[in-house]
């Protein structure tokens, strides 16, 4: 542990990555202690303004302040991200565990299933899902996470594959260990470095989704800010107030471009074939 | 003598590969292991001596045949079985695949207590662990490190005080030392051989390398594609080998003379091991023997005891009435 800690410390990348993401989780807990407008408050004699020392980054068609909607939306961004990634990696670690690990018509069940999921164009399943459970953000939280089971299954399965049959699993067997000790306590802290790589991909992932959710509508429901929906509203006023695009488009890509870099970064930290680890 | 501790009848394993395929990994073994005494277990390598270990152990589901364990039938229900793990236990080939990479070496040996709820105390458990560490010869100190700091040698004792901690009385080896730098492997075994006389432990102790064998084992089996072809005490199978495949074996052991080395005539065996899918007809051995007569391919040689504690399987040394069967044959 101390080794990857080292690792981690030397990786510029990662380290800055981690900074920019947590300067962003910072502000986005402490927003309400901030002397921000509220995200949901209209100024009538406001609207469509460029930036200026009231407000910081101007102000979209309702005269509703960008700056602190970013953040807010930061907010149900993260929250949309990390909580369905936490329900498709909980459920794709115990549904390609069984499957790795029993094999045989279990095997067989979960993989086809996944398959079948997995044939659907990522969006158009979250969009189909969505509009069964009707618009909102838990609805949105959990099509995202449903849409991501199968890539995480795949991949503990697949892992699972290359670990069951080493000998540290017999030796626990001759133990007497039982399936559930050896799937726990064995195979899973040896497959811990795939899986949260593939994770922090799958959160930027799921940002877009919900970015792309929003903009269609079925997202997060106005007047409650969203990056995605954001974006939707301000392609009428393009020309008006370009800053009403420009700035939530910013704020994703810092963010989506922090996570993906950290992801790629904790991969380079975590592959065996680069550490002695 | 001293009471069998295991008896094994007749043991086959097969491993189905296709719908037409049968992979006969051990193919009908029979043999006794007394209590405190080691049998060694030699042989070449894909011919069948990890699986007989990892069968006995069960590890894998036998196919056929009988193991009897201190006088009673291998239990089949899954907590009989799971109550004999204490008693039988297994050092692995491999020191690097076989210690968990993300377990700290004291979580390595609470494992076998943690499972079978030993030693819940925490402190009389730091005391077991702390004894056991020092048993095989390491420090406390390293309790808090990972596998991947220890050497193959160290890692292998951690390995030994895992078995150790069920306090079991027979202990399969599978290749223990195969995988150690030579100078490390007689440590291992010295440590091994101590460990045996303090705690009065049963090995099975597999190998390849014949001289280690000869100083580990009180008993050595010599099998060959599955089967055992000869088992006898160890003085006995390196002064006077039987079977044609041991002494095959014993003239590839190099002799640490020149002179001796450069006169002495080896018999090399010719072509390859047949493949246990499908293994030659009568004696396996057959194929690559330089006394096979016109009698090995049809008949199967028995596992016969010649002299008193020597077992061959071979058509050199039938006895008498199954000479007159084969007549009866009409070979």
């Known amino acids: 542990m101390s080794s990857m800690l080292q690792n981690f410390s030397k990786n510029k990348t990662a380290l800055i990555c981690m900074i920019i993401l947590l300067f962003i989780i910072v502000v986005v807990i402490f927003s309400e202690f901030l002397p921000l407008h509220s995200p949901n408050k209209m100024n009538k004699e406001y609207r469509l303004q460029g930036p200026s020392s009231e407000f910081f980054l101007g102000t979209d068609q309702f005269g509703r302040d960008l700056f602190s909607r970013i953040i807010s939306g930061a907010k149900i961004s993260l929250l949309v991200g990390i909580s369905s990634v936490i329900i498709s990696v909980g459920i794709g670690i115990i549904l390609g565990l069984i499957a790795g690990y029993f094999g045989k018509w279990y095997d067989s069940l979960i993989m086809r299933t996944m398959d079948i999921l997995f044939a659907f164009p990522e969006i158009l399943l979250a969009l189909a899902i969505v509009a069964a459970l009707g618009p909102g953000t838990f609805n949105t939280i959990l099509a995202i996470g449903i849409v991501n089971i199968p890539v995480f299954t795949r991949l503990v399965r697949g892992s699972v594959l290359g670990v069951k049959n080493l000998e540290y699993i017999e030796s626990a067997k001759s133990l007497g260990a039982k399936d559930t000790r050896i799937l726990f306590l064995e195979i899973l802290p040896n497959i811990t470095a795939p899986l949260l790589v593939q994770s922090t991909l799958a959160i930027s992932g799921a940002i877009l989704t919900e970015s792309a959710l929003s903009f269609l509508g079925l997202g997060v429901q106005p007047p409650n800010p969203s990056w995605g929906g954001m974006i939707a509203e301000s392609r009428r006023y393009m020309e008006l107030a370009p800053g009403m695009i420009i700035w939530p488009c910013l704020a994703m890509l810092i963010t989506i471009f922090a996570i993906n870099l950290f992801g790629d970064a904790l991969n380079d930290i975590f592959n065996p074939l680069r550490g002695k680890n | ?331």
């Open chain 2, 1 to 331: 003598m001293k009471d069998p501790i295991l008896e094994v009848q007749n043991l086959k394993k097969y491993f189905q590969m296709n719908r037409n395929e049968t992979l006969k990994a051990v193919d009908g073994i029979s043999f006794t292991l007394n209590e405190g005494e080691t049998l060694g277990i030699v042989g070449e390598s894909g011919c069948g001596k990890s699986t007989l270990g990892r069968t006995i152990l069960g590890l894998y589901e036998k196919t056929e045949g009988n193991i009897r364990y201190k006088g009673k039938n291998y239990p089949q229900t899954k907590r009989d079985r799971f109550k004999l793990t204490k008693e039988m236990q297994m050092i692995f080939q491999d020191p690097y695949a076989s210690l968990n990479p993300r377990s700290t070496v004291y979580d390595l040996i609470a494992e076998p207590m943690d499972i079978h709820g030993l030693y819940p105390n925490k402190k009389q458990r730091l005391h077991r662990i702390e004894e056991l560490i020092s048993e095989v010869g390491l420090t406390k100190e390293h309790l808090n490190r990972y596998p991947h700091e220890f050497s193959g040698g160290q890692r292998q004792r951690i390995g030994i005080a895992r078995a150790l901690a069920l306090e079991p009385s027979l202990i399969i080896a599978d290749e223990p030392i195969s995988a150690l730098d030579v100078s490390i492997q007689a440590q291992v075994v010295y440590l091994l051989k101590q460990l045996q006389k303090e705690k009065g432990l049963t090995f099975l102790f597999i190998a390849h390398d014949l001289s280690m064998v000869k100083y580990m084992s009180d008993r050595v089996g010599v099998m060959y594609l599955g089967q055992l072809v000869e088992l006898t005490t160890s003085d006995k199978l390196y002064q006077h080998p039987l079977h044609p495949y041991t002494e095959a074996l014993l003239s590839a052991i190099p002799i640490p003379d020149p002179d001796i080395e450069e006169k002495r005539e080896r018999i090399i065996l010719e072509g390859d091991v047949p493949s246990p899918i499908d293994p030659p007809s009568g004696c396996v051995f057959r194929t690559r023997c330089p006394r096979a007569m016109a009698i090995c391919s049809k008949i199967k040689p028995n596992f016969n005891e010649i002299e008193k504690n020597h077992f061959v399987a071979c058509h050199l040394y039938q006895h008498q009435e199954e000479k007159y069967k084969e007549k009866e044959v009409g070979v």
